[in-house]
């Protein structure tokens, strides 16, 4: 059974960094897509940056391009989200997700394409 765990949220200041973390189980031994949400309070869940397991091809949008960056640890099967210069609009809840039958990056990222969700994990950014 695939499951993926984030955690590494917390509460920073404007101008500060986190570095979140995916823990992923039980994937099969497949090349796919891994994908960083979140979504804050009354808004829809924004896709934020993915990754392909078979190039290492990433993808961000304006939003955080330049800021974000999105890596992974192959052999703990760990994907991570460094984030920097965090500003207050940053706070919500992050989530990791994994999408099967593709492994191209392309320029959207859209939450129903994602196959399996892990729990979120609230970052808070304060003014």
């Known amino acids: 059974d695939v499951q993926l765990q984030a955690s590494g949220g917390g509460l920073v200041r404007a101008g500060g960094s986190l570095r979140l973390s995916c823990a992923a189980s039980?994937?099969?031994?497949?090349?796919?897509?891994i994908g960083w949400f979140r979504q804050a309070p009354g808004k829809e869940r924004e896709g934020i940056s993915c990754?392909?397991?078979?190039?290492?091809?990433?993808y961000y949008p304006d939003s955080v391009e330049g800021r974000f960056t999105i890596s992974s640890d192959a052999a703990k099967n760990t994907y991570y989200l460094e984030m920097n210069n965090l500003k207050p609009e940053d706070t919500a809840v992050y989530y990791c997700?994994?999408?099967?039958?593709?492994?191209?990056?392309?320029?959207?990222?859209?939450?129903?394409?994602?196959?399996?969700w892990g729990q979120g994990t609230q970052v808070t950014v304060s003014s």
């Open positions: 997700a994994v999408r099967f039958g593709t492994t191209v990056v392309v320029n959207t990222i859209v939450p129903n394409d994602y196959d399996r």
């Open positions: 990754i392909s397991t078979a190039d290492g091809s990433t």
């Open positions: 039980g994937l099969p031994p497949v090349d796919y897509v």
